[in-house]
């Protein structure tokens, strides 16, 4: 399906920048080369191309093609604000270990309270996942989750504790197409100190997400609790 070929496109090339067969200032093969490599229409490869961009990898430069800009590092701790990654994808990038912790998972209708907070409908039914990420076996990101039932249909603690957008895409055929985010910092909880490793730390930092499918219907809000430390927040700006 087209999420998938994308996704496969999208994760060819950004393995290949990361692991230096694309270098800076170097450029990637032609959409016309990308098109008969995969077998696929000009749209899907502008969409993997506009999403490298979005992270910082490429730019497209009137004339040149697509050139390589990244300049990672093993070891970096730089997750983008301006591409929807799963939290997979971005700890393989970052050369992490990764795993996902499932602590709370139920199922209830919206009322006013949490139509306020989250800005689903009164009366529609939700998915809550309280999730722990552990990076390098260090619990370091706390996810508060809330999904539309009628959109992301039958989910399962165990489809959180692998990859929530991986299902959508692969299982249910859901086009994952805009994210709108803020990042602020807030005084550490209880609940924070309770779940995370934030050692002398007495914050952290607050990542709130609304997600959008192709249809326009906001199916996912989340707050990612970050422990300070551990993460530095990118965005590709252009002038």
Known sequence: ????KFHIIYNDLKTSIENGIYRPEATLPTEFELVDK??????????AIAELAKIGYVQS????????IYQGKAGSKEFSLGSI???????????????????????FPVDERISKRTGFDVGETV???QRVRFFDERPVILDNNWFLARIVKD???????KSVYQYMEHELGENIVTAKRVL?????????????????FDCVAVVTSHTFNADGVMFEYTQSRHVPDQFAFSAQASR
């Open 1 to 4: 399906m087209p999420a998938q």
């Open 38 to 47: 995969y077998g696929c229409s000009r749209n899907t490869v502008r969409r």
């Open 61 to 68: 430069i009137r004339g040149k093609g697509v050139i390589v």
């Open 85 to 107: 990654e799963t939290m997979r994808e971005a700890a393989e990038r970052n050369h992490k270990t990764y795993r996902t912790k499932v602590e709370v998972f139920t199922t």
């Open 127 to 129: 998915y809550y996942a």
């Open 155 to 161: 989910l399962t603690p165990e489809i959180c504790e």
């Open 184 to 200: 602020t910092v807030e005084k550490a909880t209880q609940v924070d100190r309770k779940y995370l490793d934030l050692r002398d």
